[in-house]
């Protein structure tokens, strides 16, 4: 390795997912080993994703790292063990241009910068994409699976998704179903070392294209238990966590996969909103009991239990994480512009807000919706199939904004240099 000032970087984009079957329960809190397996959802990086940069240089004196530009300290155990298990697997790099010759033992000494940035679309009432990110819940699920994605291109490791899943399960646990895009499964494994609990791919984003995903970001004061000791208390009060674990997820995980691999909609519903149902529940039967919904998220469940009903056959599955926000699955494009036309019925936006900014992502489902308009929310009519009125159009504000998105790819490294989020020559965040 030659002591040049050289700055050796690469920048990638990866997605966030969504549970579709939870993770919720360790059996191992070091190691990030779960109680059971989960399924999920990989959702489109055009809408909502991590960028993250990698350097590494002879000049840097230590590991440093910033988030949404600010810098955070890399001292904690998960980080720690991270960081660790990539050096371990760094091979050889070689880039003549760069005059840059860094050999396998030479990752001990050097040191890294990695910037991960949440892009997020601009959303009503929310300052920068960092907010909208600290909202949904997901920054550190998301920034994990990013920088273990960059860091391994950056280091030439050589190992499939998979492999460098079980290294960013140890920074968060559901962070390893990122490493794929579509229709994702995280085996719990049976081995104590955690080296068979690894994230596989079911299905890709192109298998069942027609779904439709909408985001309601369900306004909240409440400060949420974090899932990392909600799920330590679960595993060590809750009865029903561990009927959980044994009896119905391994069932349910299996039928989950025959339903994605049929593009069966009603079993992937029926499925999908017992299982958040039965999450909840858990998180009830824990002592303290743990509330993530709030009543604006039982009122979507009413609706869209409601809709699904009236239809015969499900239109919309509903699944909520460790907060208040619903996350709803559209079977096709037309069932979504119905059930936007019905949301922005319920919980329309505060009288002064752009549509544009309330419904965000793929914002193009407003014109098929007819909501591209001014007045055009207040002119809409409650849905026919909801005969029994849930509550009429008096929510303003309940609802922050919507996300409309689809399920996406995986990580993917971005070949074009002005993306990226160090200077190239000093290897700080720009
Ligand atoms: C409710 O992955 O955030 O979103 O492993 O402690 O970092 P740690 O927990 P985390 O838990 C996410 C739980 C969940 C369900 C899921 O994504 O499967």
């Known amino acids: 390795m030659a002591a040049e000032k050289w700055v050796y970087m690469v920048t990638a984009q990866t997605p966030t997912n969504i549970a579709v079957i939870k993770y919720w329960g360790k059996r191992d809190e070091v190691r990030i080993l779960p109680v059971n397996d989960s399924i999920s959802v990989?959702?489109?990086?055009?809408?909502?994703?991590?960028?993250?940069?990698?350097?590494?240089?002879?000049s840097f004196d230590r590991d440093r790292m910033w988030l949404n530009g600010k810098?955070?300290?890399?001292?904690?155990?998960?980080?720690?063990?991270?960081?660790?298990?990539?050096?371990?697997?760094?091979?050889?790099?070689?880039?003549?241009?760069?005059?840059?010759?860094?050999?396998?033992?030479?990752?001990?000494?050097?040191?890294?910068h990695i910037a991960s940035h949440n892009n997020f679309p601009t959303a009503a009432g929310l300052a920068s994409s960092a907010a909208g990110f600290a909202c949904l819940g997901i920054v550190l699920c998301l920034s994990v699976s990013s920088w273990v994605f960059s860091l391994a291109k950056l280091m030439n490791v050589d190992e499939d998704a998979s492999h460098l899943s079980a290294i960013a399960r140890q920074g968060s646990g559901s962070a390893c179903r990122s490493l794929f895009g579509g229709f994702v499964k995280w085996e719990m494994g049976s081995k104590e070392d955690g080296s068979?609990?690894?994230?596989?791919?079911?299905?890709?984003?192109?298998?069942?294209?027609?779904?439709?995903?909408?985001?309601?970001?369900?306004?909240s004061r409440q400060k949420e238990t974090s899932s990392t000791s909600g799920m330590r208390e679960s595993v060590e009060t809750s009865l029903l966590l561990q009927h959980r674990a044994k009896e119905v997820v391994p069932k349910r995980t299996l039928q989950m996969e025959e339903a994605i691999k049929n593009r069966d909609f009603a079993s992937f519903t029926q499925?999908?909103?017992?299982?958040?149902?039965?999450?909840?529940?858990?998180?009830?039967?824990?002592?303290?009991?743990?509330?993530?919904?709030?009543?604006?998220?039982?009122?979507?469940?009413?609706?869209?239990?409601?809709?699904?009903?009236?239809?015969?056959?499900?239109?919309?599955?509903?699944?909520?994480d460790a907060g208040p926000n619903a996350v709803l699955i559209a079977r096709n494009r037309k069932v979504a512009v119905q059930l936007l036309q019905g949301l922005l019925y319920y919980f329309p936006p505060k009288s002064e807000t752009d549509m544009k900014s309330y419904v965000v992502g793929d914002n193009s489902i407003l014109k098929e919706a007819g909501l591209d308009g001014a007045n055009s929310v207040e002119n809409l009519q409650p849905p026919p199939e909801i005969k029994d009125n849930i509550g009429s159009q008096d929510q303003k504000?309940?609802?922050?904004?919507?996300?409309?998105?689809?399920?996406?790819?995986?990580?993917?490294?971005?070949?074009?240099q002005t993306q990226a989020l160090l200077d190239p020559e000093t290897g700080l965040p720009k």
């Not at 063990?81 to 880039?95: H, K, Y």
């Not at 791919?201 to 970001?217: F, G, P, R, S, T």
């Not at 299982?275 to 009122?299: E, G, K, W």
Request: charge should be negative; hydrophobic fraction near 35%; aromatic fraction near 8%.
């Open 271 to 320: 499925l999908s909103c017992a299982d958040s149902n039965q999450f909840h529940a858990v998180c009830l039967d824990t002592s303290p009991p743990i509330f993530y919904m709030n009543d604006t998220s039982h009122r979507i469940i009413s609706l869209v239990e409601k809709w699904n009903r009236s239809e015969g056959t499900p239109q919309v599955a509903y699944t909520f």
């Open 196 to 219: 068979d609990s690894v994230a596989v791919q079911l299905a890709d984003e192109k298998h069942w294209n027609d779904l439709v995903i909408i985001i309601a970001v369900v306004s």
């Open 42 to 58: 990989t959702l489109d990086p055009d809408h909502l994703c991590t960028v993250t940069t990698v350097a590494v240089s002879p």
């Open 397 to 416: 504000g309940e609802v922050s904004y919507f996300i409309c998105t689809k399920p996406g790819r995986g990580p993917v490294v971005l070949p074009d």
């Open 71 to 112: 810098e955070i300290s890399l001292s904690g155990s998960r980080y720690q063990n991270c960081l660790r298990e990539i050096r371990g697997r760094a091979g050889d790099v070689e880039d003549k241009e760069k005059g840059v010759k860094i050999e396998k033992k030479d990752w001990e000494k050097l040191h890294l």
